[in-house]
């Protein structure tokens, strides 16, 4: 579904992707980890047309994608679910929410799709009315990643999505995204955490100052020195 191929990408004159190529067949939560500063937000946004690369090829469900403009990337079927509970502070849950769904086939069924979030995330429902800037780290999360769903994906990136929640939200929110790929949606997913992401990835890679180190499946990364020593304390 999703074929990264010797990209390289900088800001400026500082290089941040060195010949980067991963793929996510359909079906999969394929993972990239990395510490800060490893060029996954990076990445993430080369794909989603964010930033242009200086070269290589990104191909999306047979197409070439890179150097789109990003609202053309997301009608694909790529929904990014950002870094940082990214929310507009000023507007509420549900209106964060139904910007999701700014596309034509998914504001028809934006009802449908809302209801669908609210059972994913009770606690949203809870606060539809609420200003999102009074939310808590972790309900800014859910956020993020219920407005991404609202644009009926057929692939989902998630950066980070377990900063800044508790320990039994992050346990829910890598459940739901468990569930989504059940549903048949593939998921490209960022994070730091090891251990939890791990748990429901089906392969992953490991970037190292914009390099992939490592690639494997989960067992082979878990069994993986570079994964026992830099990231699990082994």
């Not at 191929?5 to 980890?33: F, P």
């Not at 999701?100 to 429902?125: M, N």
């Not at 190292?208 to 069994?223: H, I, K």
Request: hydrophobic share 40%; with cysteine; proline share 3%.
């Amino acid at each position: 579904m999703l074929r990264v191929h010797n990209v390289n990408a900088a800001y400026g004159a500082v290089r941040a992707l060195w010949d980067v190529t991963i793929s996510v067949d359909e079906g999969e939560i394929v993972v990239v980890l990395g510490a800060n500063g490893a060029g996954k937000t990076t990445l993430v946004k080369a794909i989603v047309g964010l930033i242009e690369p200086s070269s290589g090829m990104i191909k999306f469900a047979g197409q070439r994608i890179e150097g789109r403009d990003a609202h053309r990337i997301s009608e694909l079927g790529i929904s990014y679910g950002p870094e940082g509970g990214g929310v507009f502070r000023d507007m509420s849950v549900r209106e964060n929410l139904e910007l999701g769904a700014y596309h034509r086939r998914a504001w028809e069924r934006r009802d449908k799709t809302l209801e669908r979030v609210f059972h994913l995330f009770p606690r949203l429902e809870e606060r539809e009315r609420a200003l999102s800037r009074t939310l808590s780290g972790g309900e800014r999360q859910m956020l993020v990643i219920g407005r991404a769903l609202m644009a009926l994906p057929t692939m989902c990136i998630f950066d980070e999505p377990s900063i800044g929640m508790s320990p039994l939200l992050v346990d829910q929110s890598f459940h739901v995204i468990s569930q989504l790929r059940d549903e048949g949606i593939t998921v490209l997913l960022i994070e730091q955490n090891v251990n939890k992401s791990l748990e429901i990835a089906d392969r992953g890679y490991v970037l190292q100052n914009g390099r992939v180190v490592l690639a494997g499946s989960r067992e082979e990364l878990v069994s993986s020195e570079v994964i026992g020593h830099a990231y699990l304390g082994l």
